[in-house]
């Protein structure tokens, strides 16, 4: 049988892979947190198949390895709906509200974690930071990784979709009809190699805190891929297949004692 997965996720975004189901024993419950910020959750466990990169990695613990994948908080880019890839918008004071919010939570849930990682990238450390303040952890422990940062999207980035349609319309048409992977916008990065390094990352990791429980700040792209890639969900660059991953949602990846894989 395989293994679960269990992702832990802001209740508005909607994921319909046919083998999900919502576990009705989540100890999340839903309700407001922050007098400007909301952090709602719900657990949905998913099966996922072996990583390609798995074997590489067996656990040898006698506690399950956790991992908990979590997207930043809210920039200004992203209330401007601009494309944000490796160049670096700042946290709105929103974004800031559901670091600080999610941290809370978290530790209110009784979560310890035993390292945080986060991508180099500005807005996905200054997540972090909020987070580890808000759980009583030191953010000078934090741990950088330029494996989970943001997928390159080379010329499109710091414009609007309107804008990317006006100024490269048939870049945009490529991007948005290539499903193999492969494509790379100029200047940037194919999917496949986006998800090669964050399996790389996660076997690492996997390897080094065996039996422990990690966070990683990131970004939407990353967990999107990690997703689809584990529940073998076709890829489909187009907005209305988007998983939607939002702002300071979590993806909680678990192997069990013994497990070659997620």
């Not at 390292?115 to 996905?124: F, G, I, K």
């Not at 943001?150 to 804008?163: D, K, L, M, S, Y």
């Not at 890639?229 to 890829?235: R, V």
Request: proline share 6%; charged share 25%.
């Amino acid at each position: 049988m395989p293994r679960p997965l269990s992702l832990l996720i802001p209740c508005l975004v909607m994921i319909a892979p046919a083998r999900a189901f919502i576990s009705p024993m989540s100890p999340f419950r839903t309700r407001s947190i922050a007098r400007t910020s909301s952090v709602h959750f719900n657990r949905m466990c998913l099966t996922s198949e072996p990583l390609s990169a798995a074997d590489k990695s067996a656990s040898t613990a006698t506690t399950p390895t956790v991992v908990l994948v979590v997207r930043h908080g809210e920039t200004e880019w992203n209330t401007q709906g601009r494309w944000q890839g490796q160049q670096d918008s700042p946290l709105t004071d929103e974004g800031i509200q559901q670091a600080l919010a999610l941290g809370e939570r978290l530790k209110r849930s009784g979560v310890k974690v035993d390292c945080v990682y986060s991508s180099d990238l500005l807005r996905a450390r200054r997540s972090a930071e909020m987070l580890c303040k808000s759980m009583g952890m030191d953010p000078g422990l934090i741990r950088e990784n330029l494996d989970m940062r943001e997928r390159g999207f080379g010329i499109f980035e710091g414009r609007t979709r309107a804008e990317v349609s006006e100024e490269y319309p048939e870049e945009l048409n490529k991007y948005y009809s290539s499903n193999d992977g492969e494509f790379k916008v100029e200047g940037g990065e194919s999917r496949r190699e986006l998800i090669d390094r964050s399996l790389r990352w996660l076997d690492e990791v996997g390897r080094e805190h065996d039996g422990g429980t990690v966070l990683v700040m990131t970004h939407g792209a990353v967990v999107s891929a990690l997703m689809r890639e584990m529940l073998a969900i076709p890829y489909d660059p187009k907005p209305a297949a988007d998983l939607r991953i939002r702002n300071t949602c979590i993806c909680e990846l678990r192997r069990d004692p013994g497990s070659t894989r997620w």
